[in-house]
């Protein structure tokens, strides 16, 4: 079992920035890449970066130029910082672990989800 515990969601400006981190604790021998996804009210979950052991990062369109996804092994961590936010950003930030296989991310692990609120 992997356990993720995520923090940094707020409030914030349009324009602003945020630093979404997530802990990972347990095995986590077992995963090999961590991500980002965001829910939206009434929006499916969407992945919105990913990163593997090995650094490789991937960035869902809306989102690139704006954000970077990092890990810190050493430490289990995995950061989002987020800049440039615009009020659609607005959703609930989970953080995931899982594997790559190929080139499908599958996470089995989730954190409780950190709220990311743009006012305009």
């Known amino acids: 079992q992997v356990q993720l515990v995520e923090c940094g969601g707020g409030l914030v400006q349009a324009g602003g920035s945020l630093r979404l981190s997530c802990a990972a604790s347990?095995?986590?021998?077992?995963?090999?890449?961590m991500g980002w996804y965001r829910q939206a009210p009434g929006n499916e979950r969407e992945l919105v970066a990913a990163i593997t052991s090995g650094g490789s990062t991937d960035y869902a369109d809306s989102v690139k130029g704006r954000f970077t996804i990092s890990n810190d092994n050493a430490k289990n961590t995995v950061y989002l910082q987020v800049n440039s936010l615009k009020p659609e950003d607005t959703a609930v930030y989970y953080c995931?672990?899982?594997?790559?296989?190929?080139?499908?991310?599958?996470?089995?692990?989730w954190g409780q989800g950190t709220q990311v609120t743009v006012s305009s």
């Open positions: 347990g095995s986590i021998f077992s995963i090999n890449a």
């Open positions: 995931a672990a899982g594997w790559l296989t190929g080139e499908v991310y599958v996470y089995e692990y």
